[in-house]
């Protein structure tokens, strides 16, 4: 578990996007952290302290100063303490005016005051209104916090509980834990000034406009290798086929759909890259003759219809075969005899390593938060690895792409 005694303070202000930190927490307990949750007398109109306190299994901190005399006498200093305890605090949803007092050091309740006492990294996720997020004031108070070395996670654009449109979307929770994950990842630049090409997601194989075959990637795997390897120094391109995923800060993200179109931009972007980490799931048929028009049922001739297929360029192959000084890492997709096939595929491509993972076990594959991988280095090296998030799992063969550059 990617959090495991990790301590987290999370900070809840008062907007609609609190319903989200629910489920937050349940994503940091699951990870292993312990959550002492912080809210603003306002964040408990939208959530209630009991649903967040039952979710951390700790009473959740409301007050600066606890109604019952005993209890004031020994809780006023909690900020203190909490603060000394944490190895992170994330204050999410953080409202206008949460960042504005953070911004301008105001003690004036809980949330605010441990703030002001915290040694730990302090990590913000402004959400609110367009025109609230807009503001010259919520942006110039943003732009302090980063200043101070704050880290600020963006919101999403979107449509707004208001009804507008535009950004101030708190991101979901998943994105939030891996967000969180990344900033407790000890720094390391050992990437520092090398380009990392990463491919992601599924292609799609146009059948007519608006059919077409493809497959369950998310992207999830190949996303958090580009923001792993960012974070690391890395210069990195992802191209990714068709997902629903944000793109990590810092990488640049070229989107394509097909296998083809996938191959080509590969083919631009290898021989300048150090690094090729091919962990999309291409298509390896598609369609010979994609229809023009939408293939109308009447115009099938009894109950079946045929379609014909053939094989798409193997992209990790022909860079296998092109390649020079290049580190190259492939998956391997298995649900029978991993071992043997990822073998193989090491050998047969020119690998430096390959990732093997079986989409049937549990907590693997596609469209998981989690993977379950056997890494098979070129130099005989097996890890057979545990159940980790996916980005542990980005973490682990940067690890060992790495040393390979030097
Ligand atoms: O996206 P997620 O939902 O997070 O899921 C992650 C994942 C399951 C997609 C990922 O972990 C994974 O296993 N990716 C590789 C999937 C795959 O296509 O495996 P394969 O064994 O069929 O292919 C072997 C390697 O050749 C892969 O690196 C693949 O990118 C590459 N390949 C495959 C076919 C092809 N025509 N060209 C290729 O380059």
């Not at 609190?18 to 312990?34: C, I, P, Q, S």
């Not at 949750?37 to 109109?45: E, I, K, R, S």
């Not at 939030?176 to 997601?201: C, N, P, Q, Y």
């Amino acid at each position: 578990m990617s959090l495991t005694g990790k301590h987290i303070l999370l900070g809840v202000s008062g907007g609609i996007a609190a319903y989200k930190t629910a489920f937050l927490v349940r994503d940091f307990v699951k990870a292993g952290a312990e959550v002492q949750v912080v809210m603003t007398d306002a964040a408990t109109h939208f959530v209630t302290p009991l649903t967040l306190g039952t979710l951390s299994r700790r009473e959740v901190i409301t007050d600066m100063f606890p109604r019952g005399a005993a209890e004031a006498t020994t809780h006023w200093t909690a900020h203190i303490d909490l603060a000394l305890w944490a190895d992170i605090m994330l204050v999410a949803p953080a409202t206008a005016n949460t960042l504005a007092k953070i911004a301008y050091g105001f003690a004036d309740n809980f949330l605010a005051t441990l703030v002001l006492a915290l040694r730990c990294p302090l990590a913000v996720a402004p959400s609110m209104d367009v025109d609230m997020y807009r503001n010259a004031a919520t942006q110039h108070n943003l732009t302090l916090l980063r200043e101070r070395g704050v880290h600020v996670l963006e919101p999403e654009s979107g449509e707004l509980a208001s009804g507008l449109v535009g950004p101030g979307r708190l991101p979901e929770p998943e994105t939030i834990l891996h967000w969180v994950e990344g900033l407790m990842v000890e720094t390391r630049t050992d990437l520092l000034g090398k380009k990392v090409l990463v491919t992601a997601g599924p292609t799609h194989e146009p059948i007519d406009p608006v059919r077409y075959v493809g497959n369950r990637s998310s992207g999830k795997m190949g996303f958090a290798l580009a923001a792993a390897a960012t974070r690391r120094g890395a210069e990195v391109t992802l191209i990714s086929g068709p997902v629903h995923l944000p793109t990590p800060p810092g990488v640049r993200r070229r989107d394509v759909a097909t296998a083809r179109e996938m191959a080509g931009a590969v083919d631009e972007e290898f021989p300048s890259t150090d690094v090729l980490i091919m962990t999309a799931a291409v298509a390896d048929f598609s369609p010979v003759h994609p229809a023009g028009d939408k293939i109308k049922r009447d115009a099938v001739v009894g109950d079946r219809m045929t379609l014909e297929m053939e094989k798409n360029p193997d992209i990790l192959r022909s860079a296998g075969e092109r390649k020079a000084r290049q580190v190259l890492v492939g998956f391997a997709l298995e649900t029978s005899n991993g071992l043997h096939h990822a073998r193989q595929k090491l050998a047969a491509k020119h690998l430096d390593a390959v990732v093997l993972n079986d989409p049937t076990e549990d907590g693997a594959g596609f469209g998981t938060e989690t993977n379950v991988v056997t890494i098979l280095m070129a130099d005989g090296r097996i890890d057979r690895l545990p159940q980790m998030s996916k980005l542990a799992v980005a973490e682990e063969i940067l690890n060992r792409v790495a040393p390979l550059l030097r």
